[in-house]
């Protein structure tokens, strides 16, 4: 008898083959054996574990914890709508409730004839640009009533996404600021040109000098991770490019890739020679898989012009070579010891620090792992220098910052400025009106009230990894911060108890409040988790989840106190909510289906 | 340069070695430190957070922390201590624990722990999550409603027995044990009593069939001593009884639930 998992061998192992049968590409060979049939076969499964020598319980654990890979069948069609607080404010959800109604599907759910599934998912960085979804993984922008239609339409037809109006996949850079990175055009090779002129030990030093802190949020020296990489001994050294980008609100690596990915790369190539890395990797978070293409043309052509390979620019001793990763779907894979953890093909949990990855990173050899933008700026110090770029923006923040402008405002986009600006320039400069509040570097960072605008975009004062998300006065603040417990608690990646539990709690306590069951009590709580959460927490997620309720408490008040109707503790059990269930399966809404609701 | 090998947990001076890490040279000078996912038996994992302590003054887990020289750790402080109840709290509210109908019952770290903390009563709302049984094998039964995720038993089977039969799926508060098998149960694994990860559930998941109450609640390891006296005992596969204890005192989940 056929074994079952010979039908499978047909499209695996040519997968199989392009990755080496390296288990160490686990994600990636299940990202891509995933596009057979929308999910991963478990017979297929059967055929991975025995090529692989993996058990089969590691393949289903590492698939459980990526939220773009399916073990059961989840339709053709994949529709997932982005639903950052942005995305909410531009109608989200009233799309997504119509291209369910048009085609008969519940959110969640899979359609009766395995058509299709409709979802949320977290923020995809088209925030300039939203609403937006993902089909099969590809990008569709603005989103609008008509093209919400026009998509159920294609579906219905099962027309193959690939033949969908070119215009549904129209992603815009949307540059509105251009400063020193933004607005200069280095020829490709310039930097590794100039490198080579003066020596990897001067190009170090020059990073050192120009003060270059990281800009993937936590700020560490570039220069200092690049020396303490390079003098950590190891078989091997590696340069990881975090490009994952998940902090809703933040969408400039995604511009930074898509027109300026020669200038990343070199960044990467530039960091190879300095630390005597052969092997690179550029994580890529699934949301931007559209880009792949575009990106694996880029090496290809920087090969041809002799900038990565063998002997890049005639030195002989001096190779480089940069593979793609994708994601699939997990904020947390930000974190650099979890996007190593993915990068080694298993589920994104952060590892016990220290050690950190400078010494014990890629299979455990020393590693550099920086962000896009932070790559990028090396190439621009190496060509002009380390005091010409210290002399940009503060005395503690050197260079500019690319600030990804969202929410309310007329011209939504990048702004690059030096850092040191205030957000009330930012402000008037991204056409904002009737400002309410500003929420610095996405829900992990923090949210500012206007009699804060005089502060200043810097690591001293309002540090950030991009993300300026603007609420205006109509906006309810009670509601942006429930959207962020909601996204905390979705992408909690489970490995310890007070952010596994305490995000699920956080967000209960949310949503009761919301249902007007709050009082003073709910209050002292989430103090009390957010003591808990940051003092206990294994990562940066846990840290920061409780900061998007405790800076709205802070200082919008008012939004909360509207929804206290309650003086005393009252519990969160809702009887007639609870009734809601038997009301749809009776498809009765009348009064009589409903008891007295005092609150509403 | 000082050259102490030691440190000093609540005031009382630890001496350590290479390699040892804060909870690991506590628990061999008999000093006890709350933990749950920690087994002197296994690699440390650092999950539970149980085993927080102030390690000069900041936070850090004591199972994965390694010592420094004369460093100051706190651990029995009421501030400490009401950290990690809210911790029990969590991984009680997070499953279905219903201690009086548990055969670990007596023999379980986490209820041993609230007990040992003055753990009173849940204080969330219960998430009562939907975790089917799994009593496939014939000798075993998998009542993951108490599973706290410590993943000793994922450990202990893939370090020890070289099987692989359990391993974490899922994210966040979905994450859950799953078995090495394509129709997801147990007995179609290699699985055997005999193995290591057979015994070292801290809690009432991974249970021996036909010996059920074999040892009445009552008399059980943690009913004849606090978890702090002997936190790992040969409890887990319980031989006979022992003295009569006193009366069980009252469940620490049924308590203004
Ligand atoms: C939960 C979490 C998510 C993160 N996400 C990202 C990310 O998407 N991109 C990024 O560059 N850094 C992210 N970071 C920071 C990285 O851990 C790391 O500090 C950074 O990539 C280092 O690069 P840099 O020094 O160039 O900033 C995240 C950190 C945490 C705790
Ligand atoms: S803090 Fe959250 S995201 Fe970080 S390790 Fe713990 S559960 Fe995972
Ligand atoms: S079954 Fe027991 S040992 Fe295994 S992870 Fe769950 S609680 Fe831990
Ligand atoms: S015992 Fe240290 S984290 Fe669980």
Not at chain 1, 113 to 133: E, F, H, K, V
Not at chain 1, 417 to 423: A, D, I, L, R, S
Request: aromatic share 8%; proline share 5%.
């Amino acid at each position: 008898m056929l074994n079952q998992a010979d039908t499978h061998a047909g499209y695996l192992d040519p997968i199989l083959i392009r990755h080496r049968h390296n288990a160490n590409d686990l994600l990636q060979i299940l990202i891509a054996a995933q596009d057979h049939y929308g999910y991963i076969h478990s017979d297929a499964i059967d055929h991975l574990s025995g090529q692989l020598g993996l058990p089969r319980s590691k393949i289903e654990g590492v698939s459980g914890f990526y939220s773009f890979l399916h073990l059961q069948a989840s339709g053709e069609y994949r529709v997932l709508f982005s639903d950052n607080i942005t995305d909410r404010m531009l109608g989200n959800m009233d799309l997504m409730q119509s291209l369910c109604s048009q085609l008969w599907v519940e959110p969640g759910k899979v359609s009766e004839d395995g058509l299709l599934s409709i979802n949320t998912t977290s923020c995809t960085g088209l925030c300039d640009q939203g609403p937006a979804l993902l089909v099969n993984n590809i990008a569709i922008n603005r989103l609008t009533q008509e093209r919400v239609n026009a998509i159920g339409e294609l579906i219905r037809e099962r027309l193959p996404v690939s033949a969908w109006p070119a215009m549904f996949f129209a992603i815009e850079d949307n540059i509105r600021r251009r400063d020193v990175l933004l607005g200069s055009h280095p020829k490709p090779g310039s930097a590794l040109a100039a490198l080579l002129q003066q020596g990897a030990a001067e190009t170090l030093q020059q990073i050192k000098i120009s003060k270059l802190r990281g800009r993937g949020g936590a700020g560490f020296s570039t220069g200092s991770k690049w020396e303490l990489c390079r003098d950590a001994p190891g078989e091997q050294h590696y340069v990881v490019c975090n490009a994952d980008e998940g902090e809703p609100g933040t969408f400039k690596d995604r511009v930074l890739l898509n027109s300026y990915a020669d200038r990343v790369f070199e960044g990467m190539t530039l960091c190879a020679r300095i630390i005597g890395a052969t092997r690179g990797f550029l994580y890529l978070r699934g949301e931007y898989r559209y880009l792949l293409e575009h990106l694996q043309a880029v090496l290809q052509h920087r090969r041809q012009q002799n900038l990565l390979g063998d002997a890049i620019l005639g030195q002989a001793d001096f190779n480089f070579d940069i593979e793609i990763h994708l994601g699939a779907g997990a904020y947390i894979c930000g974190e650099e010891s979890a996007l190593i953890e993915s990068l080694e093909g298993k589920r994104g949990t952060p590892r016990n620090r220290p050690p950190f990855p400078v010494t014990h990173g890629y299979l455990n050899q020393p590693t550099v792992v920086n962000n896009v933008e932070t790559f990028a700026a090396t190439c621009l110090i190496c060509l002009q220098g380390g005091a010409w770029y210290a002399g940009i923006g503060t005395e503690t923040s050197s260079g500019t910052k690319i600030l990804s402008v969202s929410g309310d405002c007329e011209r939504p986009g990048l702004y690059e400025y030096p850092f040191g600006v205030t957000v009330s320039q930012v402000l008037s400069d991204c056409g904002a009106k009737d400002t309410q509040a500003v929420q610095i570097s996405g829900p992990s960072g923090v949210c500012i009230a206007p009699d804060e605008f005089n502060r200043r975009i810097a690591f001293e004062d309002l540090p950030t990894a991009g993300a300026f998300m603007v609420f205006d006065r109509s906006r309810d603040m009670f509601e942006v911060a429930r959207n962020f417990v909601h996204f905390f608690k979705h992408e909690s990646c489970g490995f310890c108890t007070p952010c596994r539990v305490g995000t699920s709690l956080l967000s209960n306590m949310m949503d009761k409040l919301s249902h007007g069951h709050g009082s003073p009590y709910d209050f002292a709580e989430i103090e009390k988790l957010n003591v808990l959460l940051q003092s206990t927490s294994h990562c940066g997620l846990g840290h920061s989840a409780c900061n998007p309720v405790l800076d709205t408490i802070a200082r919008f008040r008012p939004a909360y106190d509207k929804r206290l109707a309650h003086k005393e503790f009252v519990p969160a059990f809702d009887l007639d909510r609870a009734l809601s269930q038997a009301r749809q399966m009776t498809g009765r809404d009348d009064t009589g289906a409903h008891l007295e609701r005092s609150h509403e | 340069m000082s050259q102490s090998n030691t440190f000093t947990l609540d005031g009382k001076t630890i001496p350590y070695s290479e390699g040892q890490t804060i909870i690991q040279a506590a628990m061999a000078a008999g000093e006890y430190i709350p933990h749950l996912c920690f087994n002197p038996e296994f690699k440390p994992h650092g999950s539970c957070k149980l085993c927080t302590v102030k390690a000069n003054g900041r936070q850090t887990a004591s199972c994965t922390q390694h010592p420094a020289p004369d460093m100051v750790v706190e651990s029995d402080t009421k501030e400490i201590n009401d950290e990690r109840r809210t911790l029990l709290q969590m991984l009680f509210v997070e499953g279905n624990h219903f201690c009086p109908s548990c055969e670990k019952s007596g023999n379980c770290q986490l209820q041993a722990t609230a007990y040992q903390l003055n753990m009173m009563s849940p204080h969330f709302d219960q998430f009562f999550p939907d975790r089917p049984l799994d009593a496939s094998h014939p000798d075993y039964l998998l009542d993951f409603n108490r599973c706290i995720l410590c993943s000793l038993c994922v450990r202990a089977s893939r370090d020890v027995d070289g099987k692989n039969v359990f391993a974490l799926s899922g994210r966040g508060i979905k994450s859950h044990l799953i078995v090495n098998a394509k129709s997801g149960r147990l007995a179609d694994t290699n699985f055997s009593g005999d193995d290591k990860a057979a015994h070292v559930c801290p809690v009432g998941v991974i249970l021996k069939k036909r010996v059920g109450f074999a040892i009445p609640i009552g008399s059980r390891s943690f009913d004849e001593q606090p978890i702090s006296a002997t936190p790992h005992p040969q409890g887990a596969c319980p031989v006979g009884p022992r003295s009569n204890a006193a009366t069980l005192p009252p469940h620490p989940t049924v308590k203004d639930a």
